[in-house]
């Protein structure tokens, strides 16, 4: 089983600020299967980046994913007040599906 | 407009049995990998069981081997899973997910709460 982490666990910064979420896994990840999951507080998960790099429907060009191998990254360039929320980055592999423990993106 | 609403959770004693069910709507069920993912309270996601396109192929977390069955009927566009011998840790809130393509989900419903609790 392909274990991720993420980091940091919390993240705190102000509106108009870049943020960086990193997530590393435990072992090689085809980048065709990882994605990137935001999630508000009583609400459904949504997907914000598929295939490592690409934009899900509607989601705003200041999020962008890169990464290959075992190091992946989401950026969120400038930070809007609804970009506050809990973000998982999610993978597939060998029949199996795993999250990251997700990174918290908080006001300062 | 798609739409995936679950139903089915509540309250249930440890040893006991629930079945969530999905029912979907705005787009075509039969051609999407189906998937339940759950959050316990306060936690992360984390993800249950995968049933392919036509039923066939499914997968699941090892804590839910032979206790969860996930089932899909195409025919009423409807997405299932029979959770049996329920333990307090299976509490949380269980997401039934939609996706064109097997790796990730870009369909989700609101969550339906299954707490394990005497």
């Known amino acids: 089983e392909i274990v991720l982490t993420q980091s940091p666990g919390t993240l705190s910064l102000s509106p108009g600020e870049r943020a960086t979420l990193s997530c590393r896994a435990s072992?090689?990840?085809?980048?065709?299967?990882l994605a990137w999951y935001q999630q508000k507080p009583g609400q459904a998960p949504r997907l914000l980046i598929y295939?490592?790099?690409s934009r899900s429907t509607g989601v705003p060009d200041r999020f962008s994913g890169s990464g290959s191998g075992t190091d992946f990254t989401l950026t969120i360039s400038r930070l809007e007040p609804e970009d506050f929320a809990v973000y998982y980055c999610q993978q597939y592999g060998n029949s199996l599906w795993t999250f990251g423990q997700g990174t918290k993106v908080e006001i300062k | 407009e798609v739409q995936l609403v679950e139903s089915g959770g509540g309250l249930v004693q440890p040893g006991g049995s629930l079945r969530l069910s999905c029912a979907a709507s705005g787009f075509n069920f039969g051609n999407y990998w189906m998937t339940w993912v759950r959050q316990a309270p306060g936690k992360g996601l984390e993800w249950v069981a995968s049933v392919e396109e036509n039923g066939g192929e499914k997968f699941y977390v090892d804590s839910v081997k032979g206790r969860f069955t996930i089932s899909r009927d195409n025919a009423k566009n409807s997405l299932f899973l029979q959770m049996n011998s329920l333990r307090a840790e299976d509490t949380a809130v269980y997401y039934c997910a939609g996706g064109i393509f097997r790796p990730r989900w870009e369909y989700w419903g609101q969550g339906a709460l299954v707490t394990v609790s005497s």
């Open positions: 295939t490592a790099s």
């Open positions: 072992q090689s990840v085809t980048s065709s299967h």
